[in-house]
């Protein structure tokens, strides 16, 4: 009876794994939910999907237009809502090159729908997207972003949504995700590429494709006059099935780096006769013509605040440091940042009428006005770390969504951007701490730089504390913090409702009274704060002991890493070095029962460091903590020496001193 049993068991398993094998077929036919679809209240491989991508097909295809070759675009996909937090699926953007003033090319989105169905008392509903639900915003003069909404969309919707754009740029085909932020059960890449262009091609990521790569026959029309033109050429189809979600991870700016990718890349191209073109596929070309463009390089040498400096002097400070952050100071109390990133600048002449602009219109001013101050003074192009990787080997403009300044205040250069606030020179918000940003300008030889050593966090921190009989820890504490660290303080206080509110805050950090706190240096910018503070915090008692926790500072609230497993990488904020000294006396009458064991870790390349000590001398405790972060990036098969670090530090950090009555 057992046995028959476990083998009934097993064989209802066995079923119900085969109907949901069946659930997982890809229905390929648009404008059709099946029933299983519309009836589908969870997707089994990820309980905790708010939603799910059934199913999505993109495909790239060349066209002839008036004798010359156009990309032809169209994507489908059909989500299925399985949460509240899903409903978010029903709000879509599609962003393109739809301004031709720099390129000489464009893209154009030539058709855009989209459908909602919903099952009501058994029965199913279209809802269809109308064209009030869709508005185009101009980011910039040359892309545009189309945002629509699927209407009456709810947990159980099923979305369907079908776009597709036409394009000059012939040479480049986007890169294509197979994963997103929701499981996919189903996707594909399907590319047709006539005779005359040569790519090569390369998969990224975890979860391997299927894939078909084969030469095939190829008929196109060349135009009514022309005739049909016919060629050979190469079709790619690849395939992804039941992938999962590449979700937002704790240190970590772009999940979608790391996910299964297809790259395709120019190499070679021959088009016969008249219909030959060439493509910029190097670097340097993408500096010409961005140089030559109205609002980047025309940007240059217009400096409307040049009477202003005059009359400030600002020119005249010999030291080139303080020069560039006098210049910096002057422009910002003009122009405010709008929050917004971009490449392209705006007239500077209406930036100061509006006393607002983006990063890129703030940029090209302060380049200017430091180069009327003798300063050499370029932008450095990069991808933001929230953007993804930048790919060195596809040179294209879109490849880059921002720059910051680089300003010669030396042998090398030191870098500002118009988003700061908070901060000071090498002092970048973290997101643009990229490993590869270009310098340009139209009177030096471009070059690659590496912003990942700057705006390194460094907080050095003596605490002096008396312990009172009752368990009452008294301490005066001088902390000196530069770099990151400085802009984080002068954040946290500026972004307070007031000084009694931050003072507050802090103490409610620090599980303590805080009886003064002073700080230097913390309003606007500057290379460091000064801060002081005395507090007072209460130490666990049981009878004659005291259990002293010397660590009077948060060095680490928790362990940001949790997960067991991780095929992602750690990405660090910025390099850190964390000093904190404490020295303890204690009352007469006591001495130290027991002392926690040192701590020494570091890794391999000696990049992740921790050292924890204490040790007595007579009535004085000294305890020293000393954490370093030498690199931002630490790859997946550093995930466990990483996680472990923290988890060892954290623990170790809640480590206390056992302090005895003996009279």
């Not at 409903?87 to 301004?99: F, R």
């Not at 809802?127 to 947990?155: A, F, S």
């Not at 050499?376 to 060195?392: H, K, M, N, Q, W």
């Not at 931002?632 to 170790?652: C, G, T």
């Amino acid at each position: 009876m057992k046995t028959f049993r476990l083998t009934f068991l097993v064989l209802m398993l066995c079923l119900a794994a085969v109907s949901w094998a069946q659930t997982l077929e890809p229905n390929l036919k648009w404008g059709k939910p099946t029933d299983a679809e519309l009836k589908m209240t969870t997707y089994n491989p990820d309980p905790e999907a708010e939603a799910v991508v059934l199913c999505s097909q993109t495909e790239f295809r060349y066209d002839l237009s008036s004798g010359s070759f156009k990309v032809r675009m169209l994507t489908k996909e059909r989500i299925k809502i399985l949460k509240e937090e899903g409903k978010s699926k029903a709000n879509g953007g599609i962003s393109y090159m739809y301004n031709g003033h720099r390129l000489g090319e464009c893209e154009e989105l030539v058709k855009l729908k989209a459908m909602a169905y919903n099952l009501v008392d058994g029965k199913l509903v279209k809802t269809k997207m109308e064209g009030d639900m869709v508005n185009h915003e101009n980011v910039t003069k040359t892309i545009r972003l189309t945002k629509y909404t699927v209407p009456q969309v709810t947990v159980g919707t099923v979305i369907e949504v079908e776009y597709e754009i036409y394009s000059d740029f012939v040479g480049e085909i986007d890169d294509w995700q197979a994963q997103c932020d929701i499981p996919v059960m189903y996707t594909s890449f399907d590319v047709t590429v006539p005779e005359y262009f040569s790519f090569s091609v390369d998969e990224r990521g975890s979860y391997p494709l299927e894939k078909k790569i084969e030469d095939i026959n190829m008929t196109m029309s060349a135009g009514a006059s022309e005739g049909m033109l016919q060629c050979s050429g190469r079709h790619y189809l690849f395939v992804g099935r039941n992938l999962p979600a590449l979700r937002k991870k704790n240190l970590l700016f772009a999940p979608e780096s790391y996910g299964q990718r297809v790259s395709m890349e120019l190499r070679a191209f021959q088009i016969p006769g008249r219909m030959t073109k060439y493509y910029s596929t190097d670097w340097n070309d993408v500096d010409k013509l961005l140089l030559k463009a109205e609002d980047f390089g025309g940007r240059m040498g217009k400096n409307p605040l040049k009477a202003e400096m005059q009359q400030a002097g600002v020119a005249d400070i010999a030291d080139p440091q303080e020069r560039t952050m006098a210049i910096y100071r002057l422009l910002k109390e003009r122009v405010k940042w709008n929050e917004k990133y971009s490449i392209d600048a705006e007239d500077a002449g209406k930036v100061l009428k509006e006393r607002s602009g983006s990063n890129a219109s703030i940029n090209f001013m302060l380049i200017n006005m430091l180069r009327d101050a003798g300063l050499e003074a370029y932008p450095a192009l990069l991808r933001s770390r929230d953007r993804g990787f930048l790919t060195v080997t596809r040179a294209t403009i879109k490849e880059f969504n921002t720059f910051v300044v680089a300003v010669k205040t030396g042998d090398t250069y030191s870098y500002l951007d118009g988003s700061i606030e908070d901060g000071w020179l090498d002092v970048l918000p973290a997101h643009l701490l990229v490993d590869r940003a270009r310098v340009i300008g139209k009177d030096k030889v471009a070059e690659w730089v590496d912003l990942t050593r700057l705006s390194a966090a460094k907080t050095r921190s003596v605490v002096t504390a008396d312990l009172q009989p009752d368990g009452t820890l008294q301490a005066d504490v001088q902390s000196k913090l530069t770099g990151s660290a400085a802009a984080y303080l002068r954040k946290e206080f500026r972004t307070a409702t007031d000084s009694a509110t931050y003072v507050s805050e802090q103490a409610q950090e620090l599980n303590c009274e805080i009886e003064s706190l002073t700080l230097t240096n913390h309003h606007g910018m500057g290379p460091e704060v000064e801060r002081k503070m005395h507090l007072t915090r209460q130490c666990g008692m049981a009878g004659d002991m005291i259990y002293l926790n010397p660590w009077v500072l948060n060095v680490l609230d928790e362990n940001p890493l949790t997960e067991e497993e991780r095929t992602l990488p750690v990405e660090f904020p910025q390099i850190s070095t964390e000093n904190l000294t404490t020295v303890v006396t204690i009352p007469e009458g006591y001495e130290v029962e027991e002392l926690p064991q040192p701590l020494v870790i570091k890794s391999d390349d000696g990049t992740l460091s921790c050292l924890l000590a204490s040790n007595v001398e007579g009535k004085k405790i000294s305890s020293r903590c000393q954490i370093q972060v030498g690199k931002l990036f630490f790859a997946p098969n550093e995930y466990h020496f990483v996680k472990s670090f923290l988890d060892e530090v954290y623990k170790r950090l809640q480590d206390v001193i056992v302090i005895k009555k003996v009279s």
